[in-house]
């Protein structure tokens, strides 16, 4: 009789002869880069330090891709956007101290994005772990406390025996759902140390799934059933799990209007009949969600953005699907189900009753017309024409990055992605510097269509050294920088709040010289010729610039009445 407990992984003959054979010449660092190509990464991204010598030499014994960025905060960037594309981990290569601690703001935004990212830094030498301070090139009292509050988990290693297990475990983190950026740290001279350990093959970090609790599901099947008026938000969690086709099934089902917060851009189709867009920054949608009486939010948070500044006050029934247990009830009472999204959409598509309401569509269309006449008496027809354009030169399957930047904040609501997992902006952490760098991970993910990225001056200014990255690796990425001379959302704040703005003007380059010297193609257009010179430079192949000088406003906020 076997039991379970008797069952032992057995090695295959190949990896046997492995093991007997161990090439010379390893390390520490070989042992993680080969428990990386075990875990199946193929790319990595990263930028050299003192410390960190160990791997990168270990890279030229490797088949891996290295896409090396020249800061570190950006090369984080990259692996969100990566991961983001691929839903793989990214594996973000480190050194210590203030380079660890520069790529801090990028794991912020893949944390609040659910983005995955596997970050693995060096650290001073064993001898120094423990908080004294032993006067070590880096040194941290506690290099793990400054990622211990922004990452998903912490797993630091002390010898190499434990690099494989370690990594499998961080690897298998950042997979489980909620997705999101994990750290690893490797002192110095385990790295460096000569290994006779055997060449890591194949791991298993299979991410655990989160099943809904099918007395939960069966609830909420029964409210969406019985509903008069329900309707969906879906959110990010969405796109992640890849259930944007049972949320379509399971809104044309109950007849139920779907809005997208701006995470979850491309979840449901722009131009269903049930589609109520993306428009949450305006109290006429703000208000049609606080009037269903059950409305069912999937893979959100209803966090400040998505619920118009927290001024959304269901009066209804609320059904909240979120894979994230910090997120679950923590802004409105709801009937929680702690799940991923593609489960728990497919468990109410299994239960849930067909809902007959030949008045949902109509009620939709009244709603987008309202938002459209408010729109329309702002006069701001040189922005809607400069979001119209850059959607029609953008090849209908290629992603688009944003930075925080006026022409984001219009994308967020007005933007038509076209598809689910096409649209990504930094309004997770909402930092500066975001779009170039993680266009260059997608690009990096994909090379066989353009990708677009949209900065405004300010946030370029974050991003430059980067064009070196992109003519490198000769990466097909097209950079629109709106150029209005400083910060202009910031400019137009403070404007608003104090009648003049402070420390917001900029003096900048001239932008397409300097994409130029690095050997990137530039071109200065303006609003009439945007379309064309967009659409021209994106159906050439390599990294571009298009420089649009323009001042662009924002729509006014419902909010703030």
């Known amino acids: 009789m076997t039991h379970d407990h008797d069952l032992v992984l057995r090695p295959t003959p ?61 090369a984080g960037f990259a692996a969100d956007a990566y991961g983001r594309i691929t839903g793989e981990a990214a594996p973000l290569l480190l050194s210590t101290g203030p380079g660890a601690l520069t790529s801090l703001a990028a794991l912020q935004e893949a944390a609040a994005a659910s983005a995955p990212v596997l970050a693995i830094s060096s650290q001073i030498p064993r001898a120094g772990l423990g908080g004294g301070r032993h006067g070590y090139l880096h040194e941290l009292p506690d290099q793990a406390a400054s990622f211990r509050g922004v990452v998903k988990s912490v797993h630091t290693v002390r010898s190499q025996s434990q690099i494989p297990s370690a990594i499998a475990a961080a690897w298998k983190s950042a997979l489980t759902v909620p997705h999101g950026p994990v750290w690893v740290e490797i002192p110095q001279d385990v790295l460096l140390d000569a290994t006779s350990l055997p060449v890591v093959t194949a791991l298993d ?33 969405v796109v992640r799990a890849d259930a944007s086709g049972k949320l379509l099934a399971l809104a044309e089902r109950l007849n139920a209007p779907v809005v997208t917060t701006f995470g979850g851009k491309g979840a449901f189709p722009w131009e269903h009949p049930l589609s109520l867009q993306s428009w949450l920054e305006d109290r006429h949608t703000t208000d049609f969600l606080e009037d269903a009486d059950v409305l069912l939010v999937v893979g959100s948070g209803l966090g400040e953005l998505s619920s118009n500044y927290h001024t959304f006050k269901p ?35 299994e239960t849930v009753d067909e809902r007959a309401d030949e008045g949902a569509a109509d009620r939709v269309r009244e ?52 598809a689910p997992n096409a649209m990504h902006s930094a309004q997770g952490a909402g930092g500066l510097g975001y779009g170039f760098p993680a266009a260059l991970g997608a690009a990096a993910a994909d090379r066989t269509r353009p990708v677009l990225a949209v900065s405004g001056d300010g946030g370029a200014l974050y991003s430059i050294a980067e064009l070196a990255t992109a003519r490198q690796y000769d990466l097909n990425v097209t950079w ?82």
């Open 480 to 561: 629109l920088i709106v150029d209005d001379g400083g910060y202009g959302i910031l400019r137009e704040y403070m404007t608003d709040a104090f009648g003049q703005a402070t420390a917001t003007e900029l003096t900048r380059p001239d932008y397409v010289a300097l994409a130029e010297s690095f050997g990137v193609p530039g071109v200065r257009t303006t609003p009439e010729n945007l379309e064309t010179d967009l659409s021209n430079v994106l159906a050439q192949p390599g990294p571009s610039v298009v420089v649009l000088p323009a001042v662009l406003r924002m729509f006014a906020p419902t909010h703030l009445a």
């Open 14 to 74: 190949a990896q046997t002869e492995a093991a007997l054979n161990s090439p010379p010449g390893r390390n520490g660092g070989d042992l993680v880069v080969e428990t990386l190509a075990g875990l199946g990464a193929t790319t990595v991204f990263g930028l050299p330090g003192q410390h960190a010598l160990g791997m990168f030499d270990a890279l030229r014994r490797s088949d891996l891709t290295y896409v090396g960025l020249r800061v570190e905060n950006n």
């Open 315 to 349: 009066r209804g029934r609320v059904i909240q699907i979120e894979a994230d247990l910090g997120k679950l009830e923590s802004n409105h009472p709801a009937l929680g189900i702690h799940a991923d999204a593609r489960l728990a959409l497919q468990a109410l598509l």
């Open 367 to 418: 709603v987008l017309a309202k938002v459209r006449d408010r729109i329309a008496a702002q006069e701001l027809t040189l922005e809607q024409d400069v979001l119209a354009s850059v959607r029609r030169a953008l090849p209908a399957g290629s992603p688009s990055f944003w930075d925080m930047t006026i022409l984001a904040y219009w994308a967020w609501s007005a933007f038509d992605a076209k």
């Open 205 to 237: 970090a299979t991410p655990e799934e989160l099943v809904p609790r099918p007395e939960l599901t069966a609830v909420a099947a029964d409210l969406l059933s019985k509903a008069a008026r329900p309707a969906v938000v879906a959110g990010g969690g």
